[in-house]
């Protein structure tokens, strides 16, 4: 068995991350998983979430945006829309888009078309935020 996984993360713009690490925890659409070296191979959708991962006893967090991951002989392959680092998200970008999203939230019906546009916006934004105040962690 080994001892890292290689873990690559890829967006239609470039490929963000490729490291061997000890462990991974992402949000899938059926709720939070990790996985270390040895998993049995799946594959899932992610939803608009964090994915943690661990390397040399350090923790390092991204905020994602929809997509699929991956896992098979030790590798994990992410494909997601959108992957932010910790330390890549402006904060107060992050709080005015919550702004936005809950202020239009206040005027839509959940019937209106535009409504899941927006609530997905606000969710973004709070995993953005969340993403934003864990950084690097030891």
């Known amino acids: 068995m080994a001892e890292k996984l290689k873990l690559e993360i890829v967006t239609p713009y470039s490929k963000v991350l490729d490291e061997l690490v000890d462990e991974v925890t992402a949000s899938g659409k059926l709720g939070e998983f990790s996985v270390l070296p040895g998993h049995a191979p799946f594959l899932t959708s992610l939803k608009i979430g964090e994915l943690c991962f661990k390397k040399d006893g350090v923790a390092a967090c991204m905020a994602l945006n929809w ?14 829309e959108t992957a932010e680092r910790s ?6 970008r992050a709080k005015a ?20 546009i927006y609530e997905a916006a606000l969710e973004r934004a709070l995993i ?6 864990k950084g690097v962690r030891r």
């Open 87 to 92: 330390d890549e998200i402006d904060l107060e």
């Open 128 to 133: 953005r935020m969340q993403v934003a105040g």
């Open 97 to 116: 888009a919550l702004g936005r999203a809950e202020a239009k939230l206040k005027e839509l019906s959940p019937e209106d078309k535009n409504f899941k």
């Open 67 to 80: 997509g699929y991951f991956e896992v098979r002989d030790d590798r994990i392959i992410v494909l997601v």
